[in-house]
């Protein structure tokens, strides 16, 4: 390999990695949110009780209308309630 491709391939390298680490570090301080929030919510004693999850984990696909199902999986998946989701997306129907 010629010196000026060496040093072609050599930046395009380093741009690319550059790129993957600052991404990387971006995931890292979404997960850490995610942790940090869950904690927080452990802490406080907002967590669902294990049989309303298992029932609504059960029943998930018979929940209608698409809204509500994605958002009790959303409940689910991130260990929020259903006013915070709602009261996220600026919904005033739960208070």
């Not at 018979?62 to 989701?85: K, M, N, W």
Request: proline share 4%; net charge negative.
């Amino acid at each position: 390999m010629s010196p000026a491709l060496a040093r072609i391939a050599f930046s395009m390298a380093a741009a690319i990695l550059g790129f993957s680490f600052k991404n990387a570090l971006a995931v890292e301080k979404i997960h850490h949110d995610l942790y940090s929030q869950a904690l927080a919510t452990l802490k406080s004693g907002r967590d669902l009780p294990t049989e309303i999850m298992a029932v609504l984990s059960a029943n998930l696909d018979s929940l209608h209308p698409a809204e509500v199902r994605t958002a009790t999986q959303l409940g689910i998946d991130t260990g929020r309630r259903p006013e915070d989701i709602l009261n996220g997306c600026g919904s005033s129907a739960v208070s």
